[in-house]
């Protein structure tokens, strides 16, 4: 399995991507983030930095600025790619039921 694939994988993107920031300015959307190497988790994390055009939907530019590959496509900004992707697919807070609620059989007298 070659680089691209296993850095989209969810099982690396899911535990690798922390502190996240977001930047709305007009209709494009900066997102940074710090992201844990795969081989070396204890050195310094790397910063990846992806822009998106919300108006049209469109990623406009995916990067990770600390990796000697970066400029190649480096695993580490795709796998943000794809972390972020899994997070844009997930329902949001206020569409999802919440479980405080008291249940039918508790409001029955």
Not at 42 to 57: F, P, S
């Amino acid at each position: 399995m070659d680089d691209t694939k296993l850095s989209s994988r969810a099982s690396y993107g899911d535990d690798a991507v922390s502190y996240v920031q977001l930047k709305r300015d007009s209709k494009c959307c900066t997102v940074k983030c710090k992201i844990c190497p795969e081989h070396k988790v204890h050195a310094k994390l790397y910063g990846c930095t992806l822009v998106v055009d919300e108006e049209n939907e469109v990623v406009l530019s995916v990067q990770c600025e600390d990796c000697v590959a970066s400029q190649g496509g480096c695993k580490h900004a795709i796998a943000f790619l794809m972390w972020l992707h899994r997070r844009s697919e997930e329902p949001s807070c206020t569409s999802v039921e919440c479980y405080w609620k008291k249940s039918k059989l508790q409001s029955r007298k």
